[in-house]
């Protein structure tokens, strides 16, 4: 029983111990994007990306405009600011946009 128990203890401080350094590779990483992106990349992303998944979607990139996607030079620039066609907005392509 007192096997059970230490290894058990020792198990649990283990997986405290993963956690913790799962966590701080998470707190690294968020801090490297913030790090290493243009500012206004990380403004624009902040305010613009509704779901936070870090991707601009077209959608999400009309809602800047009072016309909603109607407007052909909000089209225009969504389409001239992403890089690879795709139908989405990442941070590179908005830091590319922005040191141009
Ligand atoms: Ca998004
Ligand atoms: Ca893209």
New binding site residues.
Partial sequence: MRLFINTYTSMLKLLTIILALNNAVFACEALNIIDHHHRRSIKVMDRV???N?R???EI?FFSLSKSGGNNPKMIKRFNRINLDNDQFLTYRELDAWFNR
Avoid: F, H
């Fill in positions: 990306d509704i779901n998944d991707l601009i979607t999400e």
